[in-house]
């Protein structure tokens, strides 16, 4: 899930970008631009937001997973260190 937020996020950004080149492209004067920016920047920022939180879920999962890894390891030592009681 976290690449695929990733990939979203980047063909947001590139995508918002490139269609803000297109509308640029004819006319490179302020007006264009100032009419053009109240779309193009929050497109820009929530494309890279995504991008982070994609980025964050693949971090999560990787601590997930070593998480679960360092329990069973510990776990291990738990049981090697007492050993069970003959009674």
Known sequence: ?????????GV?????????AMTLTPSLD?????AILPWAFP?????????AFGSMLDHLAAIRSAAERQADIFQQLIERRN???KE
């Open 1 to 9: 899930m976290g690449k695929f937020l990733e990939f979203l996020g």
């Open 12 to 20: 947001i950004v590139i995508g918002t970008l490139v269609l803000l």
């Open 30 to 34: 302020m007006n264009t631009l100032v």
């Open 43 to 51: 497109a820009i920022a929530g494309g890279l937001i995504l991008v």
């Open 83 to 85: 050993p069970a009681k």
